[in-house]
RNA sequence: CAAUGUCACUGAA
């Protein structure tokens, strides 16, 4: 079984997605049992690719065996839902979690923020906190992305405050994420002041400033920003 | 020995 799923994993990661789910008939067929990572690997290959009903046939099956109760299935449940928009479903299930946990939540907030709900995930993350749970780097890259989609500029602003009390002023996703909320906001110099302090740029810290040039109108910058990131190696995708 | 939640872009009537 931690050869399937060490191979249904890679699927999942890098596709095609279609064959982790293969691989979990072709076990079946050979009579080797999944146990909790490999229901875990084909919930999130079913949400990667949107497949809602594909995901519920295995809800159905996690449910036969008896793994519904596990934290990490659990938590990729709720991840399934949220991935495909099933938002009360998604709550339903994390509702039940015996175990809620900061994945459990950000996988919540994520899919409230992804699916036109930021009043929702700004009140879960309110929510969150009153539970006295700790905020991670993921947790925090989704705070970010759910006050740019609400437009919510104060409460960005202190989340990026606490960010950097918090230590996690190096991490690259938070970052990017940073420069993209401050580019919504149409906060070019904070979107550039952020930039300017990144330890590393990756292709996606020059397409967040590239983008908000873009939104905004301003076009000169747009070319001369993508000019500038080749002449610093890095190749567009 | 395998595992769950996050980053940019993807046009218009």
């Known amino acids: 079984v931690v050869s399937w799923t060490a191979l249904m994993t890679g699927y999942a990661e890098y596709g095609p997605v279609e064959k982790a789910l293969e691989c979990f008939h072709q076990m079946e067929q050979r009579s080797v049992s999944p146990n909790a990572i490999t229901f875990a690997c084909l919930l999130k290959a079913c949400g990667s690719i949107g497949d ?19 934290t990490v299935v659990g938590n990729s449940l709720v991840g399934l839902y949220a991935k495909c928009g099933s938002l009360t479903e998604a709550r339903e299930i994390f509702e039940e979690l015996t175990v809620q946990d900061v994945v459990s939540w950000t996988a919540l907030i994520a899919g409230y923020a992804e699916y036109g709900c930021g009043q929702e995930a700004l009140k879960t ?38 960010i950097a009390s918090e230590g996690f002023e190096r991490d690259m996703t938070i970052n990017n994420t940073l420069i ?6 149409n906060m070019l110099t904070e979107a550039e002041d952020m930039f300017n ?11 967040a400033l590239i983008a908000g040039y873009s939104e905004h109108g301003h076009g000169k910058l747009v070319l001369s920003c993508f000019e500038q990131m080749q002449i610093e190696g890095i190749f567009p995708n």
């Open 180 to 185: 993209g909320m401050y580019a919504k906001f």
């Open 52 to 70: 809602l009903k594909k995901g519920q046939e295995i809800h159905a099956y996690i449910v036969n065996e008896q793994y519904e109760n596990d």
């Open 125 to 162: 993350l309110d929510n969150m906190q009153s539970e006295n749970i700790s905020p991670d780097a993921v947790l925090y890259a989704c705070s970010v992305k759910t006050c740019s989609i609400e437009g919510a500029t104060d409460r960005g602003l202190l989340v990026h405050v606490e």
């Open 197 to 207: 302090m990144l330890p590393e740029r990756n292709v996606v810290s020059w397409t």
